[in-house]
C-alpha cells in the first residue's frame, strides 16, 4: 500500500476555539451545566449524541459530550461532571471565562433515519446527558416523530440532573416520562429500583420503536436483557459507548475498540453493529 | 532500472554527495551493541552493515515528543508547534522499515489526515539498503521480500566489493546525478542471503487464523511472562498511539500542550477519567497489541500491520515472541477449528 | 495577570528518618530557584535557613517514619499544613529505610545500638501515609527533580498532579536508550513507575526501582526476567526490595 502523500491534503487537528462561558448551573454535588457560545455566536453544528473536546490551557483536554440540541441556535451546552483534574478546573469557572472546543466529533444518533418513529429513550446516570439533545431535537422537532417515551434512572434522588427540564417532560402531555431512582430518600415518592424495572411496563409499538440507551457500561448489559425480552428487534436499538476519547479525530488509538475508534464510528453505535465488536459491551 | 556500482572507498563521497542536497539520516552506532538514525554530521560515522535501528525512521515524522500548542493562559492565545521544512535524505533504510513508514502514511492521511505528520513527512527521499536477516527479522513472513524497494528512491543492494546501486525513482536520479564517482554496475555476485520463513502459515492465510483468535489460549499464557513495559509498542514502527499533556512553565501563565508515544500494553492506556479501565488485564492487552498488527487494520487494508522488523521480540527482556505468539495461533486453530471430523470429511469431499 | 503583590503560599520542608539528600538535591535548583521563590514563601527549611511559621500552605515531607516521636511530629506537622507531600523514596514508600524490617525490630535495634539498645525505641519504617494523608508523593531516591517542579507547577496553578503510571522503560523508549539489558545489566526499569525521565539508564547505569512500582506490577514475571538474565531468585527479590520493602516484601514469592 502506498500512498502519494503529497496529493492528501493535510489538515490541522489539534487547535480549539477560545469559547465563552455564557451561563452555569449546578444540577447536583457533582455536576454542573454550562452554556457556552462560540466565537461570533456560530452554531457548532453537531448533531445529538456527538461531543466536543474541552480544554483549559495548562490542564489538558477531555471529551464531553453535547446535551443541547442541534435546534439550539447562538450557542450550546455542556453538563460536565466532576471526576477528574480537568472537570474538577472548570467546575470552578464562571459566566466570562474561556475554554478551548475542538468538535464536534463522532456519529451522534441518526435523527432524520428516526423520523415518523416512536422514540424511547432510556437514560442512565449522566447518561441523560448526551441524551437530552435528542429529546430536545425531537421536542423542536415534535410533528416529525411519533410518541417520546423518556425512562431516566439515577443512583438517589440527589443526583437528578436537568430539575427544570423534569418538570418540563413530566407535564408535558406529549412526552411519556418514567423515573426511577436505585435507592429512595423519605421524601421520594416516585418508583424505585434499577431502570430496567421501567421496561416490562411500557406498552409498545413493536417494529416502529426507536431505541436510544445511554448509561453506565454495567447497564448496558442489563437494559439490553430487557430489549430482547420485550421483543424489541436490535436493528431498532442504538447507544452510546464510554471511551478514552483522547484526541477525537481517530489517531491516538486510546479510544478503539477492535478495528472501532469510538471517537469516529461512535461514540453512538447501532446496535447490530456493536454486536460483533468484542469488548464493547 | 539503472544500476551502477559503489565500492565501499566511495561511500563517504556518496554521502558527501548527499548531504549538498539536503540534510541526511543515516544508522549509526549507539551504545555497546546498537544503532540509532541520527543526522549525519561524519559520513564516516555512518553504519550501513546493521542489524535494526533501536526506533525506526518514524521518529522523524511522529517525534517521540512534540509540541502540539504552545499558549499563553494570560490572554488566552496559542501558537501551532512549527515543522522545519527541510529536504530529508534518508540513507540505509531497511525493506520492512520502508514499508512501516508506507502504513503509517495510511494511517495519518486517512479519515483526518493530519497536518503535523504529512508536513514532516512530505520532502523525504529514501535510500535502502540490504541486510542479512538476524533470529528475529521476518519481513519476508509477512509478505515484505528481503529486496523490495517499493517507496525507496535509491537501492543499494550489498555485495562483494560494495554495492550495487539500483535508481528506483526520478528522485532517486536526481539525488546520484553530478555524482560521478560510480561506474558502471559491475557483475559482482549479489550477497546470496537465505531468509528463512518464520511463521508457520503463509501471512495470506493469518486471517482466517485471526477470525478464531479471540479466545485463544495464547493471550493467558503469554501474560503469564508479561510485565507490560510498553517496550513492544514504543519500537514498533507501525505503532502510532500518543498521549497528549499540558506543561506549564515556571511563569505558571505560558505552557505547552505536548504529545508523546503511548502504548496499549500499558496500564492506564484505556482508562477514562471516571475510573473504569476497558483493557485491564495483560492478557487483553497483548490480544489488542497482535490484533493491531494482524487484524484490525488489516481487515480493511488487506495486508498485515505488522513489518517483520522483529523489534518488539528483540527488545522484550521477557522473551516474548510476537512470532511465537502467531504461531502458537496458527496452532491453537488447527487443533481446535481444522482438525475436527466435520472439517475433514468436507476436505475428503472436495478432493 | 495582575502585577500587585499576590499572597505567596506558605511552603515548608521537614524531614524525618533520612539523609536528608533530597532536601539538599532542591537547592541545586540553581536555574528555577529564583523563579519558583516568585510563587512561593519558603518559612521552613532546615537546610538553608532557620525561621518558623505556625501555619503551612505546603508541607514537603522528606523521610521515613520509624520512631514514636517521629509519629507525634507528622501528626502535629499535618494539622497545621494544608497540603501536605511525601518527598522521596523514604517518604514516599519508606524507602531503604524498610529493609530493616524484613528483620525481626530487637535484632535491628541490637545490631544498631548494642547495649544502647533501651536508649532508641524504634518501630518498623513506614511511609508517611501509613500515619497520616498524604496529598501527593514525589518519588525517587533521592526526589525526581523534573517531578519536583512538575508538581509544584501544578499546585501553585491550583491543579492536582498527575501521577505516572508507566514503567521506566517508556522514557528509556523515548529517549532511544540502548536497553542496560544488553549491556550485560539486569534492570527494574520494566516494572518500575517512570517520571525520572530514565534518568538512570540513560547513563549507562540499571534502575533500582527507586521510585516505587507500577500499579499491578506482575512481580513473578519481574523475578523471571531478572533470573533468565543471570541472577540468583534470592538476589531477583533483593534487588526488588532495596526500596519496596514497605509495600512489597509480602507479595514476593517465597
Redesign the interface.
Known amino acids: 500500500m502506498s500512498i502519494a502523500i503529497s496529493d492528501v491534503k493535510s489538515q490541522e487537528l489539534y487547535c480549539p476555539e477560545i469559547a465563552k462561558i455564557t451561563a452555569v448551573k449546578r444540577f447536583t454535588e457533582k455536576e454542573k451545566w454550562f452554556d457556552i457560545e462560540l466565537p461570533g455566536g456560530r452554531s457548532l453544528g453537531h448533531q445529538p449524541g456527538q461531543f466536543v473536546q474541552v480544554s483549559l490551557f495548562g490542564a489538558g483536554e477531555a471529551p464531553i459530550s453535547v446535551t443541547s440540541s442541534p435546534t439550539k441556535k447562538g450557542s450550546f451546552e455542556l453538563c460536565i461532571r466532576e471526576v477528574g483534574m480537568l472537570t474538577k478546573l472548570l467546575h470552578k469557572l464562571d459566566v466570562g471565562s474561556t475554554v478551548g472546543i475542538r468538535g464536534p466529533y463522532g456519529k451522534g444518533f441518526d435523527v432524520k433515519s428516526f423520523k415518523g418513529k416512536d422514540i424511547l429513550i432510556i437514560g442512565g446516570g449522566i447518561g441523560i446527558v448526551p441524551l437530552r439533545s435528542l429529546i430536545n431535537y425531537v421536542i423542536d422537532n415534535r410533528k416529525d416523530y411519533g410518541r417520546l417515551i423518556i425512562l431516566y434512572g439515577a443512583k438517589n434522588p440527589d443526583e437528578l440532573l436537568y430539575p427544570d427540564d423534569l418538570k418540563l417532560w413530566k407535564k408535558s402531555n406529549d412526552i411519556e416520562y418514567h423515573i426511577t431512582v436505585d435507592q429512595g430518600t423519605p421524601e421520594w415518592k416516585g418508583n424505585t429500583g434499577v431502570i430496567t424495572t421501567l421496561i416490562p411496563g411500557l406498552d409498545l409499538d413493536l417494529p416502529n420503536t426507536i431505541t436510544a440507551v445511554v448509561g453506565p457500561p454495567i447497564m448496558y448489559k442489563f437494559v439490553l436483557m430487557s430489549l430482547k425480552t420485550k421483543r424489541i428487534p436490535d436493528e431498532n436499538i442504538y447507544l452510546s459507548l464510554e471511551r478514552r476519547m483522547k484526541c477525537g479525530v481517530g489517531k491516538c488509538g486510546h479510544c478503539q475498540i477492535n478495528h472501532s475508534y469510538v471517537c469516529q464510528d461512535g461514540p453512538v453505535y447501532h446496535y447490530p453493529e456493536l454486536k460483533h465488536l468484542q469488548e464493547a459491551i | 532500472m539503472k544500476k551502477y556500482q559503489l565500492n565501499n572507498k566511495q561511500l563517504p563521497s556518496f554521502i558527501d554527495h548527499l548531504k549538498k542536497q539536503g540534510t541526511v539520516f543515516a544508522p549509526h552506532k549507539?551504545?555497546?551493541?546498537?544503532y540509532?538514525f541520527e543526522k549525519v554530521e561524519n559520513p564516516n560515522s555512518v553504519v550501513l552493515d546493521y542489524n535494526r535501528t533501536?526506533?525506526s525512521v518514524k521518529?522523524y515524522f511522529l517525534p517521540?515528543?512534540e509540541h502540539?500548542?504552545s499558549?499563553?493562559?494570560?490572554d488566552?492565545s496559542?501558537r501551532?508547534g512549527s515543522f522545519k521544512n527541510e529536504k530529508k535524505i534518508f540513507l540505509g533504510v531497511h525493506s520492512y522499515d520502508m514499508k512501516a513508514v508506507?502504513?503509517l502514511?495510511?494511517?495519518?492521511?486517512q479519515?483526518?489526515?493530519?497536518?503535523?505528520y504529512?508536513?514532516r513527512?512530505?520532502d523525504s527521499s529514501f535510500i535502502g539498503v540490504s541486510f542479512i536477516p538476524d533470529e528475529f527479522h521476518f519481513s519476508q513472513s509477512v509478505g515484505i521480500p528481503l529486496h523490495d524497494t517499493?517507496?525507496f528512491d535509491i537501492y543499494l543492494e550489498q555485495n562483494s566489493d560494495g554495492y550495487t546501486v539500483k535508481i528506483i525513482t526520478e528522485k532517486g536520479e536526481k539525488l546520484i546525478d553530478g555524482f560521478d564517482r560510480v561506474s558502471k554496475a559491475k557483475d559482482i555476485s549479489s550477497n546470496h542471503v537465505q531468509f528463512q520463513n518464520k511463521l508457520k502459515y503463509n501471512y495470506n492465510r493469518l486471517p482466517e487464523v485471526f477470525e478464531q483468535s479471540?479466545n485463544a489460549a495464547v493471550w493467558e499464557e503469554v501474560?503469564?511472562?508479561?510485565?507490560?513495559?510498553?517496550?513492544c509498542n514504543?519500537?514498533c514502527p507501525t505503532c502510532?498511539?500518543?498521549?497528549?499533556?499540558?506543561?506549564?512553565?515556571?511563569?505558571?501563565?505560558t505552557?505547552t500542550?505536548d504529545?508523546?508515544?503511548?502504548?496499549?500494553m500499558?496500564?492506564?492506556?484505556?482508562?477514562?477519567?471516571?475510573?473504569?479501565n476497558?483493557?485491564e488485564t495483560?492478557a487483553?492487552r497483548q490480544r489488542?497489541r497482535v490484533?493491531?498488527k494482524f487484524?484490525?487494520?488489516s481487515?480493511?487494508?488487506g495486508?498485515p500491520w505488522c513489518v517483520g522488523c522483529g523489534r518488539c521480540t528483540a527488545?522484550c527482556?521477557?522473551?516474548i515472541s510476537i512470532v511465537e505468539i502467531v504461531n502458537q495461533l496458527c496452532d491453537e486453530y488447527e487443533q481446535n477449528y481444522l482438525n475436527r471430523p466435520a472439517v475433514v470429511g468436507l476436505n475428503a469431499e472436495r478432493l | 495577570m495582575t502585577t500587585e503583590a499576590k499572597i505567596k503560599p506558605k511552603v515548608a520542608f521537614f524531614d524525618f528518618t533520612s539523609c536528608e539528600g533530597c532536601q539538599l538535591n532542591k537547592l541545586n535548583l540553581e536555574n528555577d530557584l529564583l523563579d519558583i521563590l516568585e510563587h512561593i514563601d519558603i518559612v521552613e527549611f532546615r537546610e538553608a535557613m532557620d525561621d518558623k511559621a505556625e501555619e503551612y500552605d505546603i508541607a514537603f515531607i522528606e523521610g521515613s517514619i520509624s520512631t514514636p516521636s517521629c509519629v507525634e511530629r507528622i501528626h502535629d506537622i499535618r494539622r497545621r499544613s494544608k497540603m501536605l507531600i511525601a518527598l522521596g523514596a523514604c517518604a514516599t514508600q519508606g524507602g531503604i529505610n524498610a529493609m530493616k524490617n524484613l528483620h525481626p525490630i530487637e535484632e535491628v535495634r541490637e545490631t544498631v545500638y548494642g547495649d544502647d539498645k533501651y536508649l532508641f525505641p524504634t518501630l518498623p519504617a513506614m511511609p508517611i501515609s501509613a500515619i497520616v494523608k498524604v496529598d501527593y508523593k514525589i518519588d525517587g531516591c533521592p526526589m525526581s527533580m523534573p517531578e519536583f517542579l512538575k508538581v509544584l507547577k501544578s499546585l501553585l496553578a491550583g491543579q492536582e498532579p498527575i501521577k505516572p503510571d508507566s514503567a521506566v522503560c517508556v522514557e528509556c523508549k523515548l529517549k532511544e536508550n540502548e536497553c542496560v539489558f544488553d549491556k550485560g545489566m539486569v534492570c527494574l526499569g520494566p516494572i518500575t513507575r517512570g517520571g525520572c525521565d530514565a534518568i538512570c539508564p540513560s547513563f549507562g547505569q540499571f534502575c533500582t526501582g527507586c521510585r516505587g512500582l507500577i500499579s499491578n506490577p506482575n512481580k513473578n514475571a519481574m523475578l523471571e526476567i531478572l533470573t533468565e538474565h543471570g541472577i540468583s531468585l534470592d538476589e531477583a527479590k533483593k534487588r526488588i526490595l532495596l526500596f519496596n520493602s514497605y509495600d512489597h516484601s509480602q507479595s514476593l514469592p517465597k
Open positions: 549507539k551504545g555497546d551493541t546498537s540509532s533501536l526506533n521518529k517521540p515528543r502540539l500548542l499558549f499563553s493562559k494570560t488566552n496559542f501551532k508506507l502504513k502514511d495510511y494511517n495519518f492521511s479519515g483526518n489526515p493530519e497536518e503535523n504529512l508536513q513527512r512530505k517499493e517507496g479471540w501474560s503469564k511472562k508479561c510485565v507490560g513495559c510498553g517496550t514504543l519500537v502510532y498511539c500518543f498521549d497528549v499533556e499540558d506543561n506549564l512553565d515556571l511563569s505558571l501563565q505552557g500542550r504529545r508523546s508515544w503511548d502504548g496499549c500499558l496500564n492506564g492506556f484505556a482508562a477514562v477519567a471516571g475510573g473504569e476497558f483493557r495483560l487483553e489488542h490484533h493491531r487484524k484490525y487494520i481487515d480493511i487494508t495486508e527488545y527482556t521477557a522473551g
